[in-house]
């Protein structure tokens, strides 16, 4: 069975940075793309950005480009830089979803998710 396990959330002043990992069980390079989500209360869950497992391709919405930087080992990590309050939710790690420009945001296309971890960003 598939678990995705996320770390690395908590509190921080606006300006600071937080990274977050997402270790997948089993590893499997097969999947397609890996994304993060985020979901701040009363709102949507949006696509925060996405790599593919094959190209290495990433994505990204357009409120954190230039601030965050997804990037993949063996565990799915999210470095995320000049953090506004703005960025505060929770974030959620998501696998098997179709890597491309139009759909890597699209959260109903994702296999797995994990169980979120709480990024809070004080003003």
């Known amino acids: 069975q598939v678990q995705l396990v996320e770390s690395g959330g908590g509190s921080v002043q606006a300006g600071g940075s937080l990274r977050l990992s997402c270790a997948a069980s089993p590893d499997t390079p097969r999947w397609n793309c890996m994304a993060w989500f985020r979901q701040a209360p009363g709102k949507e869950r949006e696509g925060v950005a996405a790599?593919?497992?094959?190209?290495g391709h990433t994505y990204y919405a357009e409120s954190v480009e230039g601030r965050f930087t997804i990037s993949r080992d063996n565990t799915l990590h999210l470095q995320m830089n000049s953090l506004k309050p703005e960025d505060s939710a929770m974030y959620y790690c998501?696998?098997?979803?179709?890597?491309?420009?139009?759909?890597?945001?699209?959260?109903?296309?994702?296999?797995?998710w994990g169980q979120g971890t709480q990024v809070t960003v004080a003003s």
């Open positions: 790599i593919s497992s094959g190209t």
């Open positions: 998501a696998a098997n979803g179709p890597c491309g420009l139009g759909t890597w945001s699209r959260h109903g296309q994702y296999t797995y």
